[in-house]
Structure formats: structure tokens, C-alpha cells
T-cell receptor, first 113, second 110 residues
Framework: EAQVTQNPRYLITVTGKKLTVTCSQN?????MSWYRQDPGLGLRQIYY???????DKGDVPEGYKVSRKEKRNFPLILESPSPNQTSLYFC????????????FGPGTRLLVL | GDSVTQMEGPVTLSEEAFLTINCTYT??????LFWYVQYPGEGLQLLLK?????DKGSNKGFEATYRKETTSFHLEKGSVQVSDSAVYFC?????????FGTGTSLTVIP
């Protein structure tokens, strides 16, 4: 089944404790992206990747890192999480660019205390 | 910068009512326009899209027309069902980035 998977689905952590949210797709897509969803703000793009080893900042990259060492994986790293990073995070992928249909993962709900 | 403005909700309609959710955009160049839907507890799914001016996207009875002159992409459905209850997001893509509106929550009551 074609899908985007994210892990974990739920995470509670404390300020400053490094964490990684994994994202994997099995559709051989080149484009992958991370978003955060906050009430009243919709979804905002954090980082995106056009292909392996090619990443770039979206609208709200501060406090986040990403890497794209393999085509299928695009982890989101929070080196020192803060309470304002409490949010619902979505990973998405598309065939070759943001102008094509994006397929979204189920979301990761993060609470930073 | 590029952005999307969509009608604020929540919207509550009776079954079989007509639905319109307004969406306008600001963009440089020639964006692609999308409507995504999010059902409770799930990720987003593409509902429809249009890639150039005057294109009409349609799916599951929903329609939206890319209007360059009014920079709009309003979502319409002639007769909503209870199963259409969800949050609807208008979005645009230019270059490699993606911009979403704030979402409009729709509840359809029997």
C-alpha cells in the first residue's frame, strides 16, 4: 500500500531534550516536506527536500533540522525543543515537486513541557 | 510574499444545502492551486486542484475554478452530505514551496 508513515504518533517531552520524528514514504517520491499545524494558523511549511541531499527552508524553519540521506526517509530533528514547538506535525511527499499532489502522513502530536 | 486567505469558519449547514468556501490568494508567478480536506484525526487528502487560469478542478461533487482576474479559487458543492463534515484547506504552490490557508471547519447536520 502506498503510504507516508510517521513515528512516533504522539510524543511528550521536556524542554531541551533532543528528539527526532521519522518520516518514510514507499512511493519513490523525490519531493518531501514537513509542516506544522497550529489552531488559527493552518499548516506552515518547515523544511522541504527536492531530492537526496537537497533540502531547503520553508516558512518556519527556526529550531528545526532535517536531513535527506535516502530517498524514502526525511527525519525532522528538534535539537533543543521548546514549548512553542508544541504542535501537530505532518510529513508529506509528492512525485517531483510541490506543484503535484502531496500525500500526507497521519501526523505526530508533540507536547513540549 | 505568497499567501492564501480563506473564509473563516466554522460553517454549519443542513444536509443537501449549497456550500461555498471562499479562497483568495497572493502569488508571484503562476501558482498551482489546491483544496485539501482533513477528516477528524487524519492527515490531509487532496480534494481537487487546478494548475492554470480558468482550469476547473472537480472531485466528489466539489468544484473550484482558478480565476486569475480575481485571484480566487472558491470551493463549491451543490448538495452537501453529513460525510462532508471536515476541515477544508485552500493552498497554493509556487516554485518549491507550499502555502496553506487557515482552514475552514464544515459541519453538516442531518
Amino acid at each position: 500500500e502506498a503510504q507516508v508513515t510517521q513515528n512516533p504518533r504522539y510524543l511528550i517531552t521536556v524542554t531541551g531534550k533532543k528528539l527526532t520524528v521519522t518520516c518514510s514514504q514507499n512511493m519513490n517520491h523525490e519531493y518531501m516536506s514537513w509542516y506544522r499545524q497550529d489552531p488559527g494558523l493552518g499548516l506552515r511549511q518547515i523544511y522541504y527536500s527536492m531530492n537526496v541531499e537537497v533540502t531547503d527552508k520553508g516558512d518556519v524553519p527556526e529550531g528545526y533540522k532535517v536531513s535527506r540521506k535516502e530517498k524514502r526517509n526525511f527525519p525532522l530533528i528538534l535539537e533543543s525543543p521548546s514549548p512553542n514547538q508544541t504542535s501537530l506535525y505532518f510529513c508529506a511527499s509528492s512525485l517531483s515537486s510541490s506543484q503535484e499532489t502531496q500525500y500526507f502522513g497521519p501526523g505526530t502530536r508533540l507536547l513540549v513541557l | 510574499g505568497d499567501s492564501v486567505t480563506q473564509m473563516e469558519g466554522p460553517v454549519t449547514l443542513s444536509e443537501e444545502a449549497f456550500l461555498t468556501i471562499n479562497c483568495t490568494y497572493t502569488a508571484t508567478g503562476y501558482p498551482s492551486l489546491f483544496w485539501y480536506v482533513q477528516y477528524p484525526g487524519e492527515g490531509l487528502q487532496l480534494l481537487l486542484k487546478a494548475t492554470k487560469a480558468d482550469d476547473k478542478g472537480s472531485n466528489k461533487g466539489f468544484e473550484a475554478t482558478y480565476r486569475k482576474e480575481t485571484t480566487s479559487f472558491h470551493l463549491e458543492k451543490g448538495s452537501v452530505q453529513v460525510s462532508d463534515s471536515a476541515v477544508y484547506f485552500c493552498a497554493l504552490s509556487t516554485g518549491n514551496q507550499f502555502y496553506f490557508g487557515t482552514g475552514t471547519s464544515l459541519t453538516v447536520i442531518p
